[in-house]
């Protein structure tokens, strides 16, 4: 999520990032990660408290006066679910291969990249 400055409405965060800011803390489906009350003012939530506690890395980009704030990885985790998204590309044929297909399966994926 792209910022312009450190703290953020907490509406513009949940459609931002998925976590919303309730009285038990930043939630996200059933996850809740407590903030303290100094985080929250007047409806907005300080950003570098946030990513604080939810591990999410926070860059500043000096040229053009931004903070970019990456996912959450709680607990070092770069993945929040072990849920692949819906995925479909197209097969050798030119017809259409969706992942969903393979529901049950085990499955190896591989990406390839020349660089």
Do not use: N, Y
């Not at 303290?36 to 990513?51: C, F, N, T």
């Amino acid at each position: 999520m792209i910022l312009t400055s450190l703290s953020i409405a907490t509406a513009e965060l949940a459609s931002g990032t998925g976590w919303e800011v309730k009285p038990e803390g930043a939630c996200r489906g059933e996850v809740c990660v407590p903030l303290p009350p100094e985080a929250r003012v007047d409806g907005q939530v300080s950003i570098k408290v946030l990513a604080e506690r939810l591990a999410m890395p926070l860059v500043r980009e000096d040229s053009h006066g931004l903070w970019v704030l990456g996912p959450a990885s709680l607990a070092g985790r770069a993945l929040q679910t072990a849920q692949a998204p819906e995925l479909r590309l197209p097969d050798w044929k030119g017809g259409e291969f969706s992942l969903r297909s393979l529901r049950g399966q085990k499955i190896f994926l591989l990406a390839w990249a020349s660089w």
